[in-house]
């Protein structure tokens, strides 16, 4: 009995393998903006998963476009320092073991 016609030479987009990384990855990028003020989740949200422009995201929110700005710039880079403190954490733990 044969399981595949042909071995895959490489995986896909689709693979499982990719499926899994994909889907933790954006677990992980709910969680850390999940740890946001409400205000910077906002900006966050309407603009990176609404699609929205920033002048479209200050609109919304009835707030100035500088202050949109100043929310996603100071959400980015809590974002950043917070995974840059998870990948040290996880090496720490792995020198360690």
Do not use: D
Not at 21 to 42: N, P
Request: glycine share 8%; net charge negative; proline share 3%.
């Amino acid at each position: 009995m044969t399981l595949f016609a042909r071995v895959p030479e490489e995986q896909g987009e689709h693979s499982a393998e990719n499926i899994v990384i994909h889907s933790e990855g954006q677990q992980q990028l709910w969680t850390a903006v999940g740890r946001l003020s409400h205000k910077q989740r906002e900006v966050v949200t309407l603009h990176y998963y609404g699609g929205l422009s920033l002048p479209e995201a200050a609109s919304i929110l009835g707030i100035p476009l500088g202050t949109c700005k100043s929310r996603l710039h100071a959400a980015l880079q809590k974002m950043r320092l917070s995974n840059e403190l998870e990948l040290e954490l996880f090496e720490l733990k792995e020198v360690t073991k």
